[in-house]
Each structure stands twice: as structure tokens, then as C-alpha cells.
């Protein structure tokens, strides 16, 4: 396989032949007919408007993409609390399509979504307190990596993150990647809120590095809000402590990504 000489830090890789030996064949050749949707003009990407929105809902924004997409393309007013957390990840998406994936961008991406979320001295901060992410009716369902973990964790998973970057990968390697830092972003749950939007976020944009443009036509966050109960679910396989994470048990998360172009309209 073309990347057997990786010495990779945190993303775990004991899945990959696995992975890789159910990847459907069919999924390369429906990307490769990925093409922009004519709604899109100079102003407005019908597609970042998809992924903003229904990256948006799975946090329990309560948009919908018709309106998102009158207020984008049309100009049509609406409350500002309708519309800014939604505007502000659209420009972080924007953003993303214009600069390179790296630390400093991811950051800059992150303070973009945040900036109706967080104050802005948390927005593209790593976190300094304890993290955990919690129930509806209020039990812990998540403990995140401790405070005095979180910046080392964080370092390993951005020298993955550039050695994934500068390593030639199969198409069905970078789909496996791209899930995998997707999951092992979530789970490390750097930042004091935002982190499943920009780990959404960093998914596709690692996917337009490695596969080009038309990666940002993939509806995986609509995939995702589609069957947003199962991802939490998949998410949640894993266990309920960081420093206990069981990644033998990911293949079904890691699935979700290229299952969103199996039968996708484009």
C-alpha cells in the first residue's frame, strides 16, 4: 500500500486493510461525476451553503437550507439570530476553499464559526479547563481529553495531519484518513465548543487537498444530520472516557463518509 512507511502519532491505522478491503469500488466513479450545482454563482456556492446548514442542525440550529439559501443568494432579510451562527460557518467553509490545511488555518477556521459561539478569547483557542460533553437530560456522555493532555494530544495529531498531507494516498486511503481525523479531532475535543463543526469541517477540507475541488460537493454533513442519531451512535462506539477510546470499534463511523456518495443526487 502507498503509505506502509507512515509513522503516524495518534491516527490509528490498525483498520486500514479493513477499511480498504470494503471500500465499494462504485464510490470513486460517482465522485468523479461531482460537478457544482447550477444555483451557484461568483457570490454564493450552493454546496458550502449544504454543508453550513445541515453541519448547523446536527448542533441543533434551527435553519433550513431554502431559507439559508434565499438569505445567501437572494438577499432575503431575516432575524440575525436566524441566520449568523450558519453565516459564520459558511464563511469558515469559504475560507477552507482559499487556503491550505494547516494548524494556523484550522485555527483561523475555527475562530470564524465560533465568533457568534465563544468569546473571542476562546475562538481558535485550544482549551485550558476540563471538557465533557453532556446528555439532554443532563449525564455525562463524554469525557474529553484532560486539560493538561490536550496540547500534546493536539501536537501528535497535527504532525499526522502534515505528514497525511504530504503523503500519496489511494482515493480509499484518503477517505479512511479523512474519517479518521475527523473522529480523532471529536474525540480529542480541543476547543471549548465548535469542535464538531470544525471536525466536519476538516474532513472535506482534507479531501479537497488530497482529491481536488469536487471534494467540496460531497454531502456528507446532510449525510450525517440525515442520520445524525447513528452518528452520535457510531461516535459514541468508541467509549466514554478519552483516555479509554476503543478504535477497533470505528468502522462503522469511518463508513458514514464515503456512504454519502452511495445513491447521492448531484
Known sequence: MSNNGLHLSIVPQDLRNQYLLGFDDNIQAQFETLVDSPLSKDTFSFYTSVSAVFSSKIEGEDIELDSFIK????????????????????????????????????????????SHILHP????????????????????????ATPESVGDEMKKFYHDLKLLLSSQLSFSEVFYFASMLHLVLVKIHPYEDGNGRISRLLEKWFLAEKLGSKAWFIQSE?????????????????????????????????????????GMDV
Open 121 to 144: 478569547s476562546k475562538q481558535g483557542k485550544i482549551r485550558s479547563g476540563n471538557m465533557f460533553v453532556i446528555t439532554p437530560d443532563g449525564k455525562i456522555d463524554y469525557v474529553a
Open 222 to 262: 446532510r449525510n450525517y444530520y440525515q442520520n445524525h442519531s447513528q452518528y452520535y451512535h457510531n461516535i459514541r462506539l468508541l467509549g466514554m472516557e478519552y483516555d479509554h477510546l476503543d478504535y477497533s470499534k470505528a468502522l462503522p463511523f469511518l463508513n458514514m463518509l464515503s456512504n454519502s456518495l452511495i
Open 71 to 114: 438569505h445567501k443568494r437572494l438577499g432575503v432579510n431575516y432575524q440575525p439570530d436566524y441566520t449568523r451562527k450558519t453565516d459564520d460557518l459558511y464563511a469558515a467553509y469559504t475560507f477552507a476553499h482559499q487556503n491550505r490545511l494547516n494548524r494556523s488555518n484550522l485555527d483561523q477556521a475555527h475562530l470564524q464559526l465560533t
